[in-house]
């Protein structure tokens, strides 16, 4: 696929339609419910001057898998595969469900752009028969148009959407009716299991002029036993505890902790903050995610599983690190494994990331906004920091 057709194409038709006609959008564009702010400016400032250990200098342990590796379900009825930054295998009450496959560099050309630490620990080919595909948002290293296309040869699973994505989809030859698109608060069922697209605090866009064209959001996938969350790409904001309150608890929720700044807080929740939404959303076990795939952020590479180690201690939470291609089930918590390098990292206390607008509401949650480390909320609000 040539670059111009990896970029895909702006709703058009009905879906822009239902775009306009959408209380989200104002003068064409999606907006987040809290105003998302950035500091450009610093951000290209620090991009310029570099930063130390921001990729893999040795071959990282990887757990190949095949199809074999699937062939039962989890006797839990609840199964997570990492294959890396986004990409994961949900096995859910007998579903399975692909969440935003990258295969390939997070760029619309294989010729330039961030590419993969380590080879995807399972081929296309390999991957089981799955019941949906699930996908955040339409940055390229959450929809890369190859392994999409690819997918859509190799199974006939739907793809579960936000608002205005499926133009992409439908642009690179997919048929309309595997293309099932939602607004927040919207929701499919794939047989019995429930997929909820939720809120987020990102944005979107292919290109230069098509920012937040297309929605972005988290998914809930609500099985007859067990629930797991996706946050896509999100900053911190309030949506998480009213996420928690409907559709909650959650046996695992899987949330992004890497790519993080100061300068774009907003955009990327970084590790204690995702502790503190995994709390929120009334999660039992938290699995990082979007971090040791690519470089895109000017953070050690390994610094998201430390913090992340770090914030889980201190908050008093259980979170499991898996290595790529590794897998666990909830129902029994691996023991920790430190499979990355130790290489310098920077503390919360040194490197803060906290997003903006938060303040009040985080004091009416009884959290010490002032403070760069997690405290858990408090416990009058009925929520509970050990869950």
Not at 89 to 103: C, H, N, Q, S, Y
Not at 168 to 190: F, K, N, P, S
Not at 366 to 386: F, Q
Request: charged share 25%; net charge negative.
């Amino acid at each position: 696929m040539n670059l111009w057709n990896a970029m895909g194409k702006r709703p058009s038709g009905e879906c822009l339609a239902r775009i306009q006609r959408s209380s989200m959008v104002r003068e064409g564009r999606f907006h987040n419910a809290l105003p998302m702010r950035d500091d450009m400016w610093l951000a290209t400032k620090k991009w310029l001057a570099g930063a130390e250990n921001r990729e893999p200098n040795v071959a990282l342990p990887i757990e190949q898998r095949t199809r074999a590796d699937y062939a039962a379900h989890p006797g839990s009825g609840l199964r997570v595969s990492w294959f890396g930054h986004s990409s994961m295998l949900i096995e859910i009450d007998g579903k399975r469900v692909l969440t935003d496959p990258v295969w390939g560099r997070a760029s619309p050309s294989n010729l330039f752009g961030p590419k993969r630490f380590f080879a995807p620990p399972i081929a296309l080919e390999e991957l089981p028969e799955l019941d949906a595909i699930v996908l955040s948002h339409d940055h390229y290293d959450h929809l890369d148009a190859e392994t999409v296309v690819a997918l859509a040869r190799l199974s006939r699973a739907p793809f579960i959407v936000p608002l205005g994505v499926g133009a992409h989809l439908e642009y690179w030859g997919i048929e309309a009716e595997r293309i099932r698109e939602l607004e927040w608060w919207q929701e499919t069922i794939v047989d019995d299991l429930r997929l909820v697209c939720t809120p987020a605090r990102h944005f979107s866009g292919r290109g230069f002029l098509d920012r937040n064209t297309t929605l972005w959001g988290s998914f809930c996938l609500i099985g007859r036993e067990h629930r797991a969350f996706f946050s896509g790409d999100t900053g911190m904001f309030p949506g998480f505890a009213e996420i928690g309150e409907r559709l909650g608890p959650f046996d695992v929720t899987l949330i992004e902790s890497g790519a993080y700044d100061a300068a774009w807080a907003d955009v990327h929740i970084g590790p204690e903050q995702a502790v503190l939404a995994h709390q929120l959303l009334r999660g039992k076990v938290l699995m990082p995610v979007h971090w040791g795939t690519f470089n895109l952020a000017l953070h050690p590479w390994t610094e998201p599983a430390e913090r992340i180690v770090a914030a889980s201690r201190s908050a008093g939470i259980q979170s499991v690190i898996p290595r790529p291609g590794g897998r666990f089930e909830p129902a029994s918590v691996p023991r920790f494994e430190r499979w990355w390098p130790e290489l310098p990292w920077r503390s919360a206390d040194a490197a803060p990331v906290r997003s903006s607008g938060i303040e009040e509401w985080l004091a009416e949650l009884g959290v010490e906004s002032v403070s760069t480390s997690v405290r858990a909320p408090s416990p009058e609000l009925g929520i509970d920091p050990a869950r």
